[in-house]
């Protein structure tokens, strides 16, 4: 365990954070109140829609639910800040890039034993029970699950002649730059590469659609020796940027919502993404594209994809908590069966948002089916669900400071300011001195 001093400074790090005192606020923090609401918080997708859910909370369970969101960009910030001043809430949306991090400093307490959580984790796939147990401890119950994949637009595909997806990022690049010689776009790809508190989806994909990793079973860092494919697949960036040209260069200062607006409106033919962005852009009330966005297989460097990356979301338990008995009462509503017996919260999101399940029995009821059908195509939904995996790397507490100097590191090649032999170097080096940091 460690000390109180210590366990303030790798909070901070975990955040990738140099905060200041004002920085340090924790203004806007949900107040716990022992005899009141339970003060729970999340990052702010479809805030309402969370609301509206709580509510139905409450009339099963007599239970009041305060509920605060926080912008997506700074959710660890600011939960990082309230945790050091000692004003966190009493449960919380947790990613799977913090999970381990938050368990090792004590801030997020292990739910083994409670009420309804033995149930939930039986239900879940195995992946998803393996996400959210660090040490041999279970300390979170799932929010959703996805995984990437390539999102296309079939008809500017067809308009340049073209008769499918790309199979490689080969291909990929031939596609792109026969779209742009017959003048159909410039920039065939965007995707979002603005540095973020969590972690870079597309990239993991493609790592793990290539075949490739950064890290061995003892999680040691090995992009800079034994696996060529982390220096491979930033060599074909450096070429999509410099040689070929085929990715906006614009995408450095993106995050997600300029590119969902982006592909909404056509301006892009291909991205890399969660599945469920294939919805909101197959959504005539959202997008200019609707029923032409498809899903594929992530493509791999030098033949076809052979995986994807898998995330789990999280609602976790705060360990000061003086309302633990309510607060695990919400926790298994949302992460897993409500007063019907039902997993009532996974289902409402997936049928109104997309946003993947943690439970086997979702993927044979016949309302998630029918909805799947009407925006993705089944079988590669479920080809990427059966080949993506997990990052093990999320296990160490470093692994968000490391996140932040990957992203770092693949900024400076998508602008030019540096080769892909010496990324993944400087990976590796603070790959092990982190270990020793928290050694």
Not at 24 to 49: N, V
Request: hydrophobic share 40%.
């Amino acid at each position: 365990m460690i000390n109180d001093e210590i366990g303030r400074r790798r909070l901070l790090q975990l955040g990738g954070l140099a905060l200041g005192s004002a920085a340090m606020s924790a203004c806007g923090a949900p107040a716990r109140d022992p005899g009141g609401a339970i003060a729970f918080q999340g990052w702010d997708y479809e805030p309402q829609a969370v609301e509206d859910n709580l509510a139905r909370f409450k009339e099963q369970s007599g239970i009041e639910v305060g509920f605060t969101s926080i912008t997506g960009s700074q959710y660890v910030q600011k939960t990082v800040a309230e945790f050091t001043a000692g004003s966190e809430p009493d449960a919380l949306y947790v990613y799977d890039d913090s999970m381990a991090g938050w368990a090792d400093a004590g801030y997020l307490q292990p739910i083994d034993g409670l009420p309804g959580v033995d149930e939930v984790y039986q239900a879940i796939f195995p992946g998803n029970a393996d996400a959210m147990t660090h040490d041999g401890k279970r300390y979170c119950l799932p929010y959703y699950t996805d995984c990437s994949a390539l999102l296309y637009n079939a008809e500017l595909l067809e308009k340049a002649g073209l008769s499918g997806p790309p199979k490689s990022l080969e291909e990929l690049t031939d596609q792109a730059i026969t779209l742009r010689e017959r003048g159909i776009l410039k920039y065939s790809i965007g995707f979002a590469a603005q540095l973020s508190d969590s972690y870079w989806g597309w990239f993991w994909a493609l790592l793990y659609g290539s075949g490739g990793t950064m890290f061995d079973d003892q999680l040691q860092p090995i992009m800079d020796s034994s696996d060529p494919v982390p220096k491979g697949l930033l060599s074909w960036l450096d070429d999509a940027v410099r040689v070929s040209k085929i990715i906006d260069p614009a995408s450095v200062q993106m995050g997600p919502t300029p590119v969902d607006e982006a592909l909404s409106s056509g301006q892009y033919a291909f991205t890399f993404a969660s599945r469920y962005g294939a919805r909101a852009y197959n959504d005539p009330k959202k997008s200019k594209i609707a029923g032409k966005m498809k899903m594929a297989l992530i493509p791999g460097l030098g033949g076809p994809g052979q995986g994807s990356v898998l995330t789990t979301r999280m609602y976790g338990l705060s360990a000061n908590t003086e309302r633990r008995d309510d607060a695990i009462k919400l926790l298994t509503y949302l992460g897993g069966f409500d007063g019907e017996g039902k997993p009532y919260t996974a289902k409402f999101w997936f049928l109104n948002y997309g946003l993947g399940f943690a439970f086997e029995e979702l993927a044979k009821d016949p309302e998630v089916i029918a909805e799947l059908k009407r925006w993705g195509d089944p079988d590669v939904y479920a080809e990427l669900s059966a080949t993506a995996k997990s990052r093990s790397v999320v296990a160490k507490p470093w692994y968000s400071e490391f996140e932040t100097e990957l992203q770092k590191g693949i900024q400076r090649i998508l602008t030019v300011q540096d080769d892909p032999a010496s990324v993944v170097a400087a990976l590796a080096t603070s790959a092990r001195d982190l270990e020793k940091k928290y050694a």
